[in-house]
């Protein structure tokens, strides 16, 4: 069945260093998007992606959309304290586009 | 605005007892309606979701069961909790078209006793 895999699982990061969490897809996805969801809270929707090849910057986190539409990343430049929870994609899925399928996340923990 | 309500914030309650958690949206019309359960740590598993009143469709065996008496509101029941019950419970809307973001509810931590 379609899969969305997502790597590292866990990321422990310096404030001020760079984070990167990379998202796969088994099937090609006709828009990926990503949430965040911080320590004891529930997941918010950050991003929609839907061209080939879509680069979208919000403040100091850039989101990638793959050519084939089947990855995607998110890149978080000097991250902050702020930053710290787990992070999510998600694509609309193969059996019904009314539901998504999440990636598992990636947990980002930034040392202050 | 549109804005999704869900209670209680926290549950506890002990096996074999019924459930019933609640789920409501304001400020759009024909939701797409989402139950999601997440235990500690973990991700995110759809359990039901509904494209209309009435309309259930249930991604996982279980003794849950979800209905949808009006447009936007989304109720998750169980008859006999199970101690595999417990879990972080998430509500979830999405605008009536397929592929759309998803918008969530705070959430209610259930524990079962």
């Known amino acids: 069945g379609q899969q969305v895999m997502q790597i590292p699982q866990y990321q422990h990061v310096q404030e001020g260093e760079d984070f990167t969490t990379y998202c796969n897809s088994s099937t090609t996805l006709s828009n990926i998007q990503w949430y965040k969801q911080r320590p004891g809270g529930h997941p918010v929707f950050l991003i929609q992606?839907?061209?080939?090849?879509e680069v979208k910057k919000q403040k100091r986190l850039t989101f990638q959309f793959g050519e084939a539409k089947k990855n995607s990343s998110l890149h978080i430049t000097a991250t902050q304290t702020t930053d710290v929870g787990t992070y999510f994609c998600a694509g609309p899925h193969s059996d019904s586009s009314y539901k998504l399928i999440f990636g598992s996340g990636t947990r980002l923990l930034v040392r202050p | 605005s549109q804005t999704i309500h869900q209670w209680p914030a926290t549950l506890v309650q002990p096996v074999g007892s019924p459930l019933s958690l609640e789920c409501t949206v304001e400020g759009t019309s024909n939701p797409n309606l989402y139950w999601y359960r997440q235990a500690a740590g973990r991700g995110l598993q759809l359990l039901f979701y509904?494209?209309?009143?009435?309309?259930i469709s249930s991604e996982v065996p279980q003794n849950l069961s979800a209905s949808r008496p009006q447009d936007r509101q989304f109720i998750l029941s169980s008859k006999k909790l199970l101690l595999s019950d417990s879990g972080f419970y998430l509500c979830?809307?999405?605008?009536?078209?397929?592929?759309?973001?998803?918008?969530f509810g705070d959430g209610t931590r259930l524990s079962i006793l």
């Open positions: 509904s494209v209309g009143i009435g309309q």
């Open positions: 992606l839907v061209k080939s090849g």
């Open positions: 979830a809307w999405s605008k009536g078209i397929s592929g759309q973001p998803q918008h």
